[in-house]
């Protein structure tokens, strides 16, 4: 059974940080890619970042510099670093595994139940 539990999320002030976990079971964890998305209500969701299993990196660019997406494949484990926080970045961030592809497009793969980001003015 293939599950993703996302945790780390809450409330912050702007310019705070948040480090998001993605914890992974179920899949070849070191052989998946990852990738962070984010939906606010009534909007699409979007690409956050995302880590292949050879660590290539690719980040939304309203996020470049300011997030750092990496993994532990010992624990199966992939993280995302949140600095520089803006009320914009307030959302729901869900965690999906899949190949490289379906997971920079936000495609199939399997996906966590999302945790809430707020950042406060």
């Known amino acids: 059974q293939v599950q993703l539990v996302e945790s780390g999320g809450g409330l912050v002030q702007v310019g705070g940080s948040l480090r998001l976990s993605c914890t992974a079971s179920g899949i070849p964890f070191s052989a998946s890619a990852i990738g962070w998305h984010r939906r606010v209500p009534g909007n699409q969701r979007d690409l956050v970042a995302a880590v292949s299993a050879g660590e290539r990196t690719e980040y939304g660019d309203s996020v470049k510099g300011r997030f750092t997406i990496s993994r532990d494949n010992a624990k199966n484990t992939a993280y995302l670093q949140m600095n520089s926080l803006k009320p914009e970045d307030t959302a729901v961030y869900y965690c999906?595994?899949?190949?490289?592809?379906?997971?920079?497009?936000?495609?199939?793969?399997?996906w966590g139940q999302g945790t809430q980001v707020t950042v406060s003015s």
């Open positions: 999906q595994s899949g190949d490289w592809f379906s997971v920079v497009r936000g495609e199939r793969g399997s």
